[in-house]
């Protein structure tokens, strides 16, 4: 076969583990090659493209970000596009495209498969928050480095007697946000999925305070919001794609929580910090998973099916049936990040004693 690779969207550590994993298999398994399109479907419109064997992978695993670079660009936002898509199939004489993104680029998969385009999709992205894949790779180590620095808040805000708020990623979803919060003890965990109440976000960290020697680490998820009718927050800017650009809760907690309670409080935000770097093991084993059953799912005619991780196993779904909805974090999740959590008088759960 011959099959075309792409990397579309927010990067993420495990990229060129699939990269990788995909040119091995096609490779050396399945005497098969493969081309990689630069900066997402914009290479595959402007023919922009890199041969890739296992010489050029040589080096990748431990690599953060892509070796082929990657952009928001799909080919339904321009009028022509689906023709360069079929061109760039021609052109190459490609049996594939396999195409790794989020949730906007598993929509595109979704898209092309239903125009008859022969494709497979691998899910990404550290959010953690596509439906039917148990996770992402990515996910984990922005968890990890969510949690190394959280740790290191902690010695600090204890010399203080601070509150410290840790803004992390998170658009929609607080996977990462309770992840860290848990690994690292936070006090208080804030997600998109529950929106918080700031006046008794305030009670909990002054019933810690009163006890004269706690200091509090607050995760926030970029996505948090308040209740309705609590206080507003300013809309948030667009991009050039119409994406929002988060970032911005953790200062907006800082104010509220420093001017209600008096209590010093600090913000970090974490940002970009999180796609950043080396993957941990976890994800260069998911994505190595990831790249060679797309290969093989290429091979198998699976068109328009994206990899998937289910009870610790590599499957396939229909892409259609992941997007659409977005993977939530888990009740029992939830509930476990209120159990940790500062008590308050009536609260029907036994909380952790102070
Ligand atoms: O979707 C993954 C993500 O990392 C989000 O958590 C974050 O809001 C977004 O990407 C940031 O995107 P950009 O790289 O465009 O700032």
Redesign the pocket.
């Known amino acids: 076969m011959r099959i075309g690779i792409l990397t579309g969207?927010?990067d993420c550590p495990g990229l060129n583990a699939v990269i990788r994993g995909a040119v091995r298999a096609a490779e050396v398994t399945y005497d098969s090659t493969v081309i990689g399109f630069r900066n997402a479907w914009r290479g595959v419109m402007e023919d922009d493209y890199e041969p890739l064997d296992v010489e050029v992978c040589r080096g990748i695993l431990p690599r953060g970000g892509t070796i082929l670079g990657t952009s928001r660009d799909q080919p339904f936002a321009r009028e022509d596009g689906l023709k360069l898509v079929r061109k760039a199939y021609d052109r190459h004489g490609l049996d594939a495209i396999i195409a790794v993104g989020?949730e906007g680029s598993m929509g595109v998969v979704n898209e092309l498969h239903q125009n008859g385009f022969p494709v497979i999709g691998v899910p990404k992205?550290?959010?953690n928050d596509i439906q039917l894949t148990e996770m992402t790779f990515g996910f984990q180590t922005a968890v990890q480095i969510c949690t190394d620095a959280i740790d290191r808040l902690h010695t600090t805000a204890e010399s203080h007697h601070r509150v410290l708020v840790v803004e992390v990623?998170?658009?929609h979803v607080g996977h990462i946000a309770i992840w860290s919060g848990l690994a690292g003890g936070a006090a208080m965990t804030l997600t998109p999925e529950e929106p918080f109440d700031i006046e008794e976000v305030c009670e909990r960290i002054v019933g810690r305070h009163r006890k004269g020697r706690y200091a509090t680490i607050i995760v926030v998820a970029?996505?948090a919001l308040p209740k309705p009718g609590t206080f507003q927050i300013p809309e948030p800017e667009v991009?050039s794609y119409g994406?929002k650009?988060?970032?911005g809760i953790g200062h907006i907690l800082e104010r509220e929580i420093h001017g209600r309670t008096g209590i010093e409080t600090r913000t970090t935000v974490l940002g970009?910090i999180?796609?950043g770097g080396s993957p941990v093991a976890f994800d260069r084993v998911l994505g190595t998973r990831f790249g060679v059953a797309a290969v093989e799912a290429a091979l198998d005619g699976a068109w328009g099916e994206m990899v998937a991780l289910q009870q610790g196993r590599i499957g396939r779904v229909p892409v259609k049936d992941a997007i659409g909805s977005l993977k939530t974090v888990a009740p029992d999740l939830l509930r476990l990040n209120t159990m940790f959590q500062p008590r308050l008088p009536g609260d029907d759960h036994p909380g952790i004693p102070e």
């Open positions: 969207g927010g989020g992205t550290i959010d990623m998170g658009r970029e996505g991009d994406h650009v988060l970032g970009h999180q796609r």
